[in-house]
Antibody
Framework: QVHLVQSGAGVKQPGASVKISCQAS????????VHWVRQAPGQGLEYIGI????????SFAQKFQGRVTATRDASTSSVYMELSSLTSEDTAVYYC????????????WGQGSLVTVSS | QSALTQPASVSGSPGQSITISCAGT?????????VSWYQHHPGKAPQLMIY???SRPSGVSNRFSGSKSGNTASLTISGLQAEDEADYFC??????????FGTGTKVTVL
């Protein structure tokens, strides 16, 4: 059974950065695309971007460009998403998801990471 | 990219059928065969229910079905059961090769 395990949640100060990790248990992420979305309180899901852990290619929604980065650690088969210059509007639950390349759907999701931006 | 529009809530009695709409544009739903639907019980990881507009993953009940007409996709749950009470959201690949999600629908079983 595959599980995507996330870590990196917490309370952050305005202006700070948050780095969330996503790791697969029961499988490796190397053969899949990893996507990120977030859900602010009372809101729908907002798409952030995608990373190919195999070659490091990444693409982000225009709204987040310049403020988000995605990296990978092959030794742990982990993918990281870092969002900088946080404001209260970044308070949300952040999810990572797995896509089998070219399937265009997400078969496994992480449990979510709550990031609260507050002074 | 604006979120796809879903009704905030839909309700039905056990055994009834309900349909959740997902309205987009010609830049996403209308131009994509990659529409998917997810069920989300709060506190748990979302679960894939429908992909490629109308395909069902193995293990998902055939009470769940998907369709699309023009810029609007739909998820129908037939024979509504108590366990179907959850949040549902749609997702579409866009012409820019990224994704956009729906606003989400809370399904209540009366």
């Amino acid at each position: 059974q595959v599980h995507l395990v996330q870590s990196g949640a917490g309370v952050k100060q305005p202006g700070a950065s948050v780095k969330i990790s996503c790791q697969a248990s029961g499988d490796t992420l190397t053969s899949y695309y990893v996507h990120w979305v977030r859900q602010a309180p009372g809101q729908g899901l907002e798409y952030i971007g995608i990373m190919n852990p195999r070659n490091g290619d990444r693409s982000f929604a225009q709204k987040f460009q310049g403020r988000v980065t995605a990296t990978r650690d092959a030794s742990t088969s982990s993918v990281y998403m870092e969002l900088s210059s946080l404001t209260s509007e970044d308070t949300a639950v952040y999810y990572c998801m797995r896509e089998t390349p070219a399937s265009c759907y997400f078969d496994y999701w992480g449990q979510g990471s709550l990031v609260t931006v507050s002074s | 990219q604006s979120a796809l529009t879903q009704p905030a809530s839909v309700s039905g009695s056990p055994g009834q059928s309900i349909t959740i709409s997902c309205a987009g544009t010609s830049s996403d739903v209308g131009d994509s065969k990659y529409v998917s639907w997810y069920q989300h019980h709060p506190g748990k990881a979302p679960q894939l229910m429908i992909y490629d507009v109308d395909s069902r993953p193995s293990g998902v009940s055939n009470r769940f079905s998907g369709s699309k007409s023009g810029n609007t996709a739909s998820l129908t749950i037939s024979g509504l059961q108590a366990e179907d009470e959850a949040d549902y959201f749609c997702c579409s690949r866009t012409t820019s090769a990224l994704y956009v999600f729906g606003t989400g629908t809370k399904v209540t079983v009366l």
